[in-house]
C-alpha cells in the first residue's frame, strides 16, 4: 500500500500536516493534521509498503505491541483508503 501521488507531508508550527497538491492557494481544506505516529506512518507509506513491515517499524520506533500497532495501522490505512488517499 502507498499513499497517492498528489499529496505531501509538511509542517506549519510544530504540527505535522498532510496537503494534497490538487487544492488552490490559500485552500486549507484538503489538509489533514497528523500526531506523531501518523506522520511517521505517512512517511512510511510515501513508499509502497506491506502492513507487516509497518507494524515492524512502529514497534521498533515506539514502546508499543505488535496487536495494538496493528490495530492502530489498520484503523489509519483505512481512513486513508476511504477518502481516497490511499493505494492497495
Not at 507531508?9 to 500536516?17: P, R, S
Not at 493534521?33 to 521498533?60: H, M, P, R, Y
Not at 489498520?74 to 486513508?80: D, G, K, V, Y
Given at each position: 500500500?502507498?499513499i497517492k501521488e498528489g ?82
Amino acid at each position: 500500500m502507498k499513499i497517492k501521488e498528489g499529496y505531501i507531508l509538511d509542517e506549519i508550527g510544530d504540527q505535522k500536516v498532510a496537503i494534497s497538491l490538487k487544492c488552490g492557494e490559500n485552500d486549507f481544506s484538503e489538509m489533514i493534521k497528523l500526531n506523531e505516529i501518523g506522520a511517521f506512518l505517512w512517511e512510511k507509506l510515501s513508499e509502497d509498503i506491506e502492513e507487516e513491515k509497518l507494524v515492524e517499524a512502529v514497534t521498533e520506533a515506539y514502546d508499543i505491541d505488535s496487536a495494538t500497532a496493528r490495530k492502530d495501522i489498520r484503523s489509519f490505512t483505512e481512513t486513508l483508503e476511504k477518502n481516497g488517499i490511499l493505494e492497495r
